[in-house]
C-alpha cells in the first residue's frame, strides 16, 4: 500500500512539476522574444536558448508548490477512488498513508538541493552573462559602483582593501586601472600604502607597474613592478558581485567562509544557504498542507475548496517567506530564524490541523 500511495504521488508530483516547467519555458520564451525585437542581431536561437538555461532556476523556486499540488492531486484522486475511505475503514489512520508521501517529499528535498541546485546556479550565471551581453552591452561581468572598484582579500593576519578606478577583463585575464592598495595589520591598524598605475591579476599575485609604496614615517619608494600576494581569483571577484542563487548549494560553505576572513557581509549568502537545508522540511510540510484540505474534501466535498485552498496556502506561504527573508537580510531577525520559520511554520500547522481532523 505505501508503494502503491508513493507511486500515485510521484506521478502527480512528476506530471505538474513538467506542465509548470513546460509553462514557464514558454512565457520566459515569449518575453525574451519582445525583449529581442528592437534588437536584430539576437536570433530566435539565442532566446531559446536564454530561456533554456533560466529554466532549472524557474524549476527550482516552483519546486515546492508542484509538491504541494501534486501532493492535493495525488489525494485527490485516491478520494474520490474511495480507496482512502476503505484504507481508513480497514483501521489505517492517516498518518500511515501519509508516511511513505512524506518519506518521498524529504527525498525530493535532498534531490532538489544537491543536484537541481547546482544545474540551476550553473545555468543561472551563464543565462545572466549572456543577458548582460545581448541586452545590456556589457562584456564585463565586474560590477563597479561610481567611485569604481572595490575588493577586499586577506593575506594570513594581514588585510588589504584594494581600489581601482577601471578595471578591464578579458577572457581569464583582469587587469585594473588606477590602483590603491590599503594594508592593515590585523582588523584595523593601517601599515601601508600601495599606488601603482596598473595591476594585473596572475596565479596568487597581483603584478603591478610603476609602484609606488608607502610606509608612514619612512620616505616613498618607487618601482617599476611590484608583485602583492593575494588569494583572489576571478571567480571569487565575479562571486563577490554575484547573488547567491549563482553558487551552488556545494560551494556556499567554503565561500561564506572566505567572505568572513576578507571582512565582508556573508548574510545573503547565509541565509540562502540555511533556506536550502530547509528544503526538505518545507517539502513535508507542502505534503502535510495538501492532505488537510483533501481530507476535509472526503467529509465535505467541494472541488473548489480543494483547489482554492491550495492556491491560497501557495501565496500566503509565499508572501510569509518574503516577508521574513526582508527581515533577515536587513538583519532584524536571526538569519536561522528567517530562513528556517517558513517551513517550520508551515509544517506546525500542517499537524495541527491534521491532529484535529483525525483525532480532535
Known sequence: MSYYIGKQFIVSFLSIFSMLMILILLVDSIELLRRASSKPDIGVSLVLEMAALKLPHMGQQIFPFAVLFGSMAAFWRLTRTHELVVSRAAGVSAWQFLLPVL????????????ILNPLSSATLTRYERLEGAAFKGQVNFLALSGSGLWLRQSNGSDQSVIHATSVLQQDDDVKLSGVNVFIY???DKFISRIDAESAELEDGFWHMRSVWLHIPDKPSKFEEEFWLETDLTLGSIQDNFAPPETMSFWDLPAFIDTLDAAGFSALRHRLHLHSLLASPLLMCAMVLIAATFTLRHSRRGGTIYVVSGGVLTGLLLYFFSDVVFA????DSIPVILAAWSPSGVTTLLGLAM???LEDG
Open 327 to 330: 527581515l533577515g537580510l536587513s
Open 185 to 187: 595589520e590585523g582588523a
Open 103 to 114: 518519506a518521498l517529499a524529504f527525498m525530493l528535498g535532498i534531490i532538489m538541493i544537491g
Open 354 to 356: 491534521l491532529l484535529h
